[in-house]
């Protein structure tokens, strides 16, 4: 009669003796490795997807500013320069001002001017335009090796290599929680 000791019980839960795992086959061992890859894969483009979503959308946003602010720069001073001394005499009687109207205008036009010139100096300097065609392609690749990974067409090793060279392409993106 074999003896049951807590440690046998508290291991496997029952009173038997551990059972030896069994041996995997080469074969196993690399399907668990491309596996595990494709969850690499899948989720460094998540994160080239996060970084496309986040940095499109601030590249969006100063291009929009930067077209407002240049429109109503523009607007402010072509009122009075089309309307002359009659339009702002009108305008500084109309809204009561009490310095002429003119230098109100002027005044939101630097502002917006200014506003335009900043959104597009951020925007240039950024590099968002490059980046972002940079980050689409890395996109691709990272779907067309996911594929191939699933697919059986790359040995471990190819695949390996080609999304090692991946994540060197990926080192101008910054995490984007």
Request: net charge positive; proline share 5%.
């Amino acid at each position: 009669m074999t003896r049951i000791n807590r440690a046998t019980i508290a291991r496997n839960g029952t009173g038997r003796p551990p059972t030896p795992p069994t041996p995997r086959t080469p074969a196993q061992v690399g399907t668990d490795a491309s596996a595990g890859l494709v969850s690499q894969v899948r989720a460094k483009r998540a994160e080239v997807n996060r970084y496309l979503r986040a940095t499109g959308t601030r590249s969006r946003r100063l291009v929009t500013i930067t077209l407002v602010a240049g429109t109503v720069a523009t607007a402010m001073t072509a009122a009075p320069a089309m309307g002359g001394k009659p339009f702002a005499d009108w305008l500084t009687t109309t809204f009561e001002l009490s310095s002429p109207s003119w230098r109100f205008l002027c005044a939101v036009a630097a502002l917006c001017s200014m506003a335009a010139a900043i959104a597009t100096q951020l925007h240039t300097s950024k590099n968002y335009e490059e980046n972002i065609a940079r980050a689409q392609g890395i996109r691709a690749t990272l779907e067309m090796l996911e594929v191939a990974i699933t697919s059986h067409h790359l040995n471990q090793r190819e695949a390996t290599s080609q999304y090692l060279k991946c994540i060197e392409n990926t080192a101008f993106i910054e995490t984007v929680r």
